[in-house]
């Protein structure tokens, strides 16, 4: 049984370009919840998603920032025209079930580096 | 969001030696559950412990252990027999216990094993 899977591990973007981060839940998992961790910071909220649906974006930035979660295929955490502060580690982490009270899944993170 | 506050950046332990990790939390609420994560170098996000507010009794698994202090909203984290796999970045979460599902996390502990 894979865990949270998470590609690609390292994105490298220039100013200005789009980067998509994908994360596939683990099986029967339909709970997807985004995060940020910024250098020397715990990771903060971004998005919690279910399937077609976006549940709670309050912690995305109202601009550049987007996510899905469609019918068939990973979730998807797109950033358009990337500037030096996107530069962080996303994480993914998914859950049977909204509540989540036996601590989420996460996966391994994608590092994007905007240079 | 609650604040979670880890007030040791950096702690080093002797190898086989006891190492204990401060966590403290700001909350009003009195049903929540709370969390210790270990991110190695590898990135991942590995759930050590938890604890749920409404149980007395310390949680306990293998090696790892906790202190849990409701009214002085503490929850330490204990390493015994410390080992070299050991070495990692802790994170101390909160997760409210009525309808939530974000995780707070605090900024990390980086803990360094001597061989």
Redesign the interface.
Known sequence: NAGVMQNPRHLVRRRGQEARLRCSPMKGHS?V?W?RQLP??????MV?LQKENII?ES?MPKERFSAEFPKEGPSILRIQQVVRGDSA?Y?C?S?PT????????????T?LTVV | ?QT?TQSQPEMSVQEAETVTLSCTYDTSESDY?L?W?KQPP??????VI?Q?AYKQQNATENRFSVNFQKAAKSFSLKISDSQLGDAAMY?C?Y?S?VND????????TTVTVRA
């Open positions: 709970h919840y995060y020397e910071e715990g990771l903060k909220f919690y709670d912690g580690a994480f982490a859950s909204e509540q989540g009270i036996y601590g989420y899944t996460f996966g391994s993170g590092r | 969001a979670v559950y969390f994560y590898s990135r991942q996000m590995i759930l938890r749920e994170f979460a997760r216990g599902y974000k995780l707070s996390f605090g900024a990390g």
